[in-house]
């Protein structure tokens, strides 16, 4: 039976030129597991939003085409009958948090189907389990980790258990233990019969998907399994996917047909005659060493430094730090281990409940915010936390116009920074309207353009595909 079946789908959205979604035909029987993936822009997140109602019950434009979902005709359905066959995570997961603890928003949806309360607590509790968040019932999703609330949002559509699971890029703000989990679970899920599409940038997390789809303007451009897929380096790469990086590494090395699994790589570089060239290793260790000798005066320092939020959660926990000027410093860890309340420290948003942070060795607490701002860039985890102007260009000059720079070097600015995020001719487009990745750019541009001393960015690759990804880091690094 088909779960899925899409014939002729076209959407453009109201006030948008050119079309979202242009002639998509599409089929996933049930049971079946499958991943669309596709430079940011390309349609896929338009083409989630039809499959629940969400488009055209609430977001407006024309819509052309059919959709059956395991058989029966959408068209004229709510999103509240379509609830329990097609269960949604939205890519902006934020949007779909809004209860006072964990436990009641998972439940929200169990309410509104009028289940039994014994039912909706055995489900909650699963729910929780599946994604890791086992014991966090009590607190209130403002104080969980960008990777916990996706996972709460993950949990709430979990417990309703519809039989169609649509998931838009859920993987974005875990860590590769959380990534791990999430596709263990929808491994089990998979074996319980439901059906899976996921929207996902990511492609080796995906090697046991039944098919994989690639979207690019609004259309599909390639299907078929990931192992007939995953391996054409070239075409992943052309549509804004990253290959698998064992198949990446055997494609630079010369391979036509390069494997993506590390076990088959391995045997053939051993089959080979494969050697590590000692001397470059060592080159590349003196080129690191004398770059450190290059690092200027200490900008940041952290001492014996402890936070802890209201209710007794203890974030961070005598942490010791010092940042030099020119250094390019990458903090990581799992998903709640303290990443963004440290460096949240750095420009004064929050105040140490023991130790101290220095900023050009003062107290960060001694430094008007006015002035700190001038120098400290911060890019939020969550671009929407930053963005509220009417439109893009509004929004990157802002602080600018509040620093009082001259109109000319105001213009010069935003084009420049508008240019370094490929963001160029969308100037006077509404920042609400674009893609999550889009937003992600919008906020490094309005940083970039007051070209600060420092810039703090809090994991600012989020929601962007591989190409988008690469020119960011490669923008930081030149910076």
């Known amino acids: 039976m088909l779960a899925v079946s899409v014939r002729n789908l076209s959407f453009r959205y109201r006030g948008s030129a050119a079309k979202a979604l242009d002639g998509i035909d599409f089929d996933q029987e049930a049971g079946e597991f499958v991943v669309i993936m596709g ?11 039809c499959l629940n109602g969400l488009i055209p019950n609430f977001q407006k434009g024309e819509l052309a085409g059919e959709i059956r979902i395991f058989g029966r005709s959408i068209r004229g359905m709510s999103v509240r009958q379509l609830a329990r066959d097609v269960g949604i995570v939205f890519q902006d997961f934020e949007a ?5 603890n964990v436990e009641l928003e998972v439940a929200f949806g169990l309410e509104n189907f009028g289940l039994p309360r014994e039912e909706m607590r055995r489900r909650v509790k699963e729910a929780l389990d599946l994604v890791g968040l086992s014991g966090f019932e009590r607190r209130t999703p403002l104080t969980l980790s960008g990777g916990e609330k996706q996972r709460l949002a993950i949990a709430s559509v979990l417990a309703i258990r519809p039989r169609l699971l649509v998931m838009d890029e859920p993987t974005t703000d875990l860590d590769p233990r959380g990534r791990e989990e999430l596709f263990s679970t929808l491994e089990r899920l998979r074996e319980e019969g439901i059906t899976l599409l996921l929207v996902e940038h990511e492609s080796e997390e995906i090697l046991n998907a039944d098919r994989v789809i690639l979207m690019d303007g609004g259309r599909i451009v390639e299907g078929g399994p ?17 290959p698998p990086q064992v198949a990446e590494l055997m494609a630079k090395l010369g391979y036509e047909k390069p494997p993506f699994r590390a076990e088959e790589a391995f045997e053939i570089l051993v089959r080979d005659g494969w050697r590590i060239d000692q001397r470059k290793v060592r080159e590349v260790i003196a080129r690191e060493e004398a770059r450190r000798r290059g690092y200027g005066d200490v900008i940041f320092e952290l001492r014996d430094l402890s936070h802890t939020y209201e209710g007794g959660i203890r974030a961070l926990d005598g942490v010791s730090l010092t940042i030099r000027e020119g250094e390019f410093v990458a903090v990581i860890g799992q998903n709640g281990s303290g990443k963004t309340t440290l460096v949240k420290h750095l420009n004064g948003l929050l105040r140490p409940t023991k130790g101290e942070a220095l900023f050009l060795g003062r107290s960060v607490e001694e430094w008007r915010m006015s002035d700190i701002g001038r120098m400290v860039g911060f890019v939020f985890q969550n671009p929407d936390h930053q963005i509220f102007a009417g439109t893009v260009e509004e929004e990157v000059s802002f602080s600018l116009r509040n ?6 070097e105001i213009e010069s600015r935003v084009r420049e920074a508008l240019r370094a995020v490929e963001l160029e001719g969308y100037g006077k487009a509404s920042p609400f309207l674009l893609t999550k990745g889009e937003r992600q750019r919008v906020a490094l541009a309005s940083v970039l353009a007051c070209k600060p001393r420092v810039i703090i960015l809090d994991e600012p690759t989020t929601g962007l595909d591989y190409r988008q990804r690469r020119g960011v880091m490669e923008l930081l690094r030149r910076l």
């Not at 430079?39 to 939003?49: D, H, N, P, W």
């Not at 192992?227 to 380096?233: A, M, Q, T």
């Not at 620093?403 to 000319?408: D, S």
């Open 39 to 49: 430079r940011s822009g390309a349609g896929k997140s338009t083409f989630c939003r």
């Open 96 to 100: 779909q948090l809004f209860s006072t």
């Open 226 to 242: 990931p192992e007939e897929l995953l391996p054409r380096v070239d075409l992943l790469e052309r549509h804004a996917v990253r």
């Open 403 to 408: 620093l009082g720079f001259p109109e000319a």
